[in-house]
């Protein structure tokens, strides 16, 4: 029969074993499940960071599109399809991914996020949740896409979201941003380091259910809520999108 003291010992050895795996628990690396998707004619890129961790597994919603920015929770396309009143089926089918690479050719649009991969330790779509991200080296994609000349972030200068990631890019190249406006979405610009080209960035406000705070703090969307009681956060980022999505 064991002794107290000897159950007592026991048992703080298996709490540390415990807490030993948890700590040494692996990290889920989080993969961006899709290359740029870049047509020829395209003269403005859509950048963003990381889709939800099922798209890098693939066990995706019902309602999702197995494209970028294909979540059912986000809100790019369903805005983008009141824009152009495209009539887009949110699905997970090939028809719906044909859609939609079907607008951005016609629309001289492409799709490049910019965080190749990142470590997660809570599995979730969080962007303050990425850690050792990798980018992509969107400054040499620039350079080979001659006919790009403007970025729409779908988000800010928040850590870890895309224009965040893209000054720390610039940096590594000895570039920065110059400001154009700083009223949202906030407007800058730079120059390529071999094309010389300029390219001009929009930080749009991140089409995504978490955003909505940030949109309702903002005074223009006040004084338009106040003039519109019925406006609601997306009638605001349609109002927003419209201005640098149409031709």
């Not at 997970?92 to 991914?97: F, G, K």
């Not at 949202?184 to 929009?202: D, E, G, N, S």
């Not at 955003?211 to 997306?234: C, F, H, S, W």
Request: aromatic residues 8%.
């Amino acid at each position: 029969m064991l002794s107290g003291r000897t159950f007592n010992k026991l048992t703080e050895d298996q709490l540390f074993k415990r807490e030993e795996k948890i700590i040494q628990a692996p990290v889920f690396h989080h993969i961006h499940p899709y290359p740029p998707f870049i047509p020829a004619n395209a003269t403005k890129l859509i950048v963003g960071t990381l889709p939800p961790p099922r798209f890098t597994t693939g066990v995706l919603k019902e309602g999702d599109v197995h494209f970028c920015y294909g979540s059912r929770d986000g809100q790019l396309w369903p805005i983008l399809n009141i824009i152009f009143n495209l009539d887009l089926h949110f699905e997970t089918t090939a028809e719906a991914i044909v859609e939609r690479k079907k607008f951005l050719r016609n629309h001289h649009l492409g799709i490049c996020d910019i965080v190749a991969s990142a470590k997660r330790e809570k599995i979730d779509a969080s962007d303050l949740g990425m850690q050792d991200v990798e980018l992509r080296d969107l400054i040499s994609i620039l350079e080979a896409h001659p006919k790009v000349d403007t970025l729409l972030f779908t988000g800010g200068n928040s850590k870890n979201g895309p224009e965040y990631f893209f000054r720390k890019l610039l940096k590594q190249h000895g570039l920065q941003l110059k400001i154009v406006t700083n009223e949202v979405p906030r407007i800058h610009t730079f120059h390529l380091p071999v094309a010389k080209r300029r390219i001009t960035t929009v930080s749009l406000t991140a089409p995504s259910g978490a955003a909505n705070r940030a949109v309702g703090g903002l005074q223009k969307y006040k004084d338009l809520k106040l003039q519109n009681p019925e406006m609601t956060t997306i009638d605001f980022r349609v109002m927003q999108y419209r201005t640098y999505f149409e031709d």
